[in-house]
T-cell receptor, first 113, second 112 residues
């Protein structure tokens, strides 16, 4: 049963620290998405990759966030420096094509103190 | 501009009754429409999708959705609700092989 995996599942850190979240998409999927979910803002798209190339990161605060796909089996989302307002659940999702359904990982719950 | 609207923050229904969760969309081009469900402390799970063809789409767990082009709607339905259907439901649209747009979510409460 192929699944998207995310690590860590939970992260508590202090303001100003660097945070790195990792995602392993489903093998063979060529689209990868990063989302952030909060009670106030709902589900927000942060970044979108197709064939490892970034296509859209307009939803991501550029000064502190960065997203990369070093290879087809790993996507990373970094926050440096982190701030309390970054506290949220971050989801990675992958899909077999640009208009196919997405498969979501279990999320990383980030708390920035 | 592409957008998705879920006009109800919450829907309450008694177990055994039919349920409807509403979704309307605005896209340029032919829409690809999706429904996802999210249980507490979990990621979103795909329920069903409309790409083309029959306007009534059947999906997982007995859910179905009806695509209505003239009303630009894609409402989620189930003939008989279960308590275990209680969750957060998201509608999403994708057009022209572009990125996905998600609605704000509707919390479904099914009471015994």
């Amino acid at each position: 049963d192929a699944r998207v995996t995310q690590t860590p599942r939970h992260k508590v850190t202090e303001m100003g620290q660097e945070v790195t979240m990792r995602c392993q998409p489903i093998l063979g999927h060529n689209t990868v998405f990063w989302y952030r979910q909060t009670m106030m803002q709902g589900l927000e798209l942060l970044a979108y990759f197709r064939n490892r190339a970034p296509l859209d990161d307009s939803g991501m605060p550029k000064d502190r966030f960065s997203a990369e796909m070093p290879d087809a089996t790993l996507a990373t989302l970094k926050i440096q420096p982190s701030e309390p307002r970054d506290s949220a659940v971050y989801f990675c999702a992958s899909g077999p094509g640009p208009s196919n359904e997405q498969f979501f990982g279990p999320g990383t719950r980030l708390t920035v103190l | 501009a592409q957008s998705v609207a879920q006009p109800e923050d919450q829907v309450n229904v008694a177990e055994g009754n039919p349920l409807t969760v509403k979704c309307t969309y605005s896209v340029s081009g032919n829409p690809y429409l999706f429904w996802y469900v999210q249980y507490p402390n979990r990621g979103l799970q795909f329920l069903l999708k409309y790409i083309t063809g029959d306007n009534l789409v059947k999906g997982s767990y007995g859910f179905e959705a009806e695509f209505n082009k003239s009303q630009t709607s894609f409402h989620l339905k189930k003939p008989s609700a279960l308590v275990s259907d209680s969750a957060l439901y998201f509608c999403a649209v994708n057009a022209n092989f572009n990125k996905f747009y998600f609605g704000s979510g509707t919390k479904l409460n099914v009471k015994p």
